[in-house]
């Protein structure tokens, strides 16, 4: 089994910048995938970010691409997401999830391990 955990939410203006946490615990070497998504009030959850591990690559969504930037620190058994050029469409809960089978990137519904969200609104 896997825990997330998200930290680094918070306000920011317009055109600011901030770094997003996700720390994993558990069986943290099992993790093929890493996604984060989030979820402005109202609305769906949409994904913003994948990194599959397995494959060594690193995808964006394209209202992101651009400003957003996903790493991993492995000896830290961190994720990372930086959000740059924030905008008001930026504003949601943003979760990190986790899947150790397959890589699922932006399908929600197929991720084994999910954080409790962290919140970011930019005004």
């Known amino acids: 089994h896997v825990q997330l955990v998200e930290s680094g939410g918070g306000s920011v203006e317009v055109g600011g910048s901030l770094r997003l946490s996700c720390v994993a615990s558990?069986?943290?070497?099992?993790?093929?995938?890493m996604t984060w998504f989030r979820q402005a009030p109202g609305k769906g959850r949409e994904g913003v970010a994948t990194?599959?591990?397995?494959?060594?690559?690193?995808y964006l969504n394209d209202p992101v691409k651009g400003r957003f930037a996903f790493s991993h620190d492995s000896a830290k058994n961190t994720w990372y997401l930086d959000l740059n050029s924030t905008k008001p469409e930026d504003t949601g809960l943003y979760y990190c999830?986790?899947?150790?089978?397959?890589?699922?990137?932006?399908?929600?519904?197929?991720?084994?391990?999910w954080g409790q969200g962290t919140q970011v609104t930019v005004s």
């Open positions: 999830a986790g899947n150790t089978v397959y890589c699922p990137f932006f399908r929600a519904g197929e991720y084994a391990y």
């Open positions: 558990g069986d943290t070497s099992d993790i093929v995938c």
């Open positions: 990194i599959d591990v397995r494959h060594d690559g690193t």
